[in-house]
């Protein structure tokens, strides 16, 4: 019994935490593509967090430009 609230206990924790990244972030630094990684990763990010702020053509600049 004891035994299984302990495995229980443990898979909790761990799909909390999300400890399968670990393992994944392991492998891109020891295959050195942990670069490309993250690159890749902020990019798409960056699209999904503005991509409804800029699909109409809105732009950063034109709001910022002097003289506007």
Excluded: K, W
Aim: proline share 3%.
């Amino acid at each position: 019994m004891t035994e299984g609230a302990c495995r229980h206990l443990i898979a909790g924790r761990f799909d909390l935490a999300g400890a399968e990244a670990v393992p994944r972030l392991r492998a891109l630094t020891a295959n050195g593509h942990l670069d490309a990684y993250t690159s890749q990763h902020l990019a798409q990010q960056r699209e999904r967090v503005h991509q409804t702020r800029y699909q109409d053509g809105y732009s950063l600049h034109r709001v910022i430009a002097p003289g506007d």
